[in-house]
Nanobody, 116 residues
Framework: VQLQASGGGLVQSGGSLRLDCVAT????????MAWYRQAPGKERRLVAR???????GYADFVKGRFTISRDNAKNVLYLQVNGLQPEDTAVYYC???????????YGQGTQVTVSS
């Protein structure tokens, strides 16, 4: 499975973006998908996860502001990010987990920078 993330950019505080992640390869084996982020000098953290049945989960620091969704027919994962704050500045990575293999795959990341 290969993952290609896009949609990041520079926005002002309070702004919005939509991050996309296109999956290719053995997409039929993908189970749940997720977005992580990593700020400079900090560990990578889970932002949101969506399971194959459609249920979702969010980190407390993004609840009510971010929405994760997926289009299984197009093999695309989305993250709508609203109400961005400077502390949301990070590289955002999409992740997919293989159903049969249990392997975890990451894309190359897309940079989100929020100015105050």
């Amino acid at each position: 499975v290969q993952l290609q993330a896009s949609g990041g950019g520079l926005v002002q505080s309070g702004g919005s973006l939509r991050l996309d992640c296109v999956a290719t390869g053995n997409t039929a084996d993908i189970d749940d998908m997720a977005w992580y982020r990593q700020a400079p000098g900090k560990e990578r953290r889970l932002v949101a996860r969506i399971f194959s049945v459609g249920s979702t989960g969010y980190a407390d620091f993004v609840k009510g502001r971010f929405t994760i969704s997926r289009d299984n027919a197009k093999n695309v994962l989305y993250l709508q990010v609203n109400g961005l704050q400077p502390e949301d500045t990070a590289v955002y990575y999409c992740n997919a987990r293989g159903r049969s293999s249990g392997d975890s795959y990451y894309g190359q990341g897309t940079q989100v920078t929020v100015s105050s």
